[in-house]
T-cell receptor, first 117, second 110 residues
Framework: GAVVSQHPSRVICKSGTSVKIECRSL??????MFWYRQFPKKSLMLMAT?????????EQGVEKDKFLINHASLTLSTLTVTSAHPEDSSFYIC?????????????FGEGSRLTVL | QKEVEQNSGPLSVPEGAIASLNCTYS??????FFWYRQYSGKSPELIMS????GDKEDGRFTAQLNKASQYVSLLIRDSQPSDSATYLC??????????FGQGTRLTINP
């Protein structure tokens, strides 16, 4: 399977600061990456679709100015949580599939657990 | 609104028995179906994919798809304690985003 790497795996920050999470496809190119958020004992909720070289597509109810997404290359997407607050504490997971694949499976990064104090 | 429904469980199965996990989806245009396993505190891991009606077997896992009933299931034979996890059903349309069910928490009892 394809390998997706995410960093950092854990981050603790103070309220009001910004946190950047990186997602890299290690052995394939990805024109599209997906950012999910998961609360404890809940399922994955898609936040946004990251498109290489263009603006991200955000799901309904997700604040684009709060969650900044940049997909500057075919192997890297970043999610920045701006002015983080305790309610932003969650497990953030990125995913991707090789650009040449036309099936739906996604490969996930290890996830980043954000705790905002 | 495309929806994927699973029984959240918990589902308890004795070791060595067959665990049966079920999932229904709302959109008849759905094309691809997946089962992911997620251990506590970890990200999901793809264990099965199925695209056409019928059964697909991979080791102790069998995925079953019935598009007419909009139903997909996962059977785990000879269940092991290491199979204890949350199992997420996911559905997609072509190469689009995945929509996940809420997950079924499975516990295998030694």
């Amino acid at each position: 399977g394809a390998v997706v790497s995410q960093h950092p795996s854990r981050v603790i920050c103070k309220s009001g600061t910004s946190v950047k999470i990186e997602c890299r496809s290690l052995d394939f190119q990805a024109t599209t990456m997906f950012w999910y958020r998961q609360f404890p004992k809940k399922s994955l909720m898609l936040m946004a679709t990251s498109n290489e070289g263009s603006k991200a597509t955000y799901e309904q109810g997700v604040e684009k100015d709060k969650f900044l997404i940049n997909h500057a290359s075919l192997t890297l997407s970043t999610l920045t949580v701006t002015s983080a607050h305790p309610e932003d504490s969650s497990f953030y997971i990125c995913s991707a599939r090789p650009a040449s694949w036309n099936t739906g499976e996604l490969f996930f990064g290890e996830g980043s657990r954000l705790t905002v104090l | 609104q495309k929806e994927v429904e699973q029984n959240s469980g918990p589902l308890s199965v004795p070791e060595g028995a067959i665990a049966s996990l079920n999932c229904t989806y709302s959109d008849r245009g759905s094309q691809s179906f997946f089962w992911y396993r997620q251990y506590s505190g970890k990200s999901p891991e793809l264990i099965m994919s199925i695209y056409s009606n019928g059964d697909k077997e991979d080791g102790r896992f069998t995925a079953q798809l019935n598009k007419a009933s909009q139903y997909v299931s996962l059977l785990i034979r000879d269940s092991q304690p290491s199979d204890s996890a949350t199992y997420l059903c996911a559905v997609s349309w072509g190469a689009q985003k995945l929509v996940f069910g809420q997950g079924t928490r499975l516990t295998i009892n030694p």
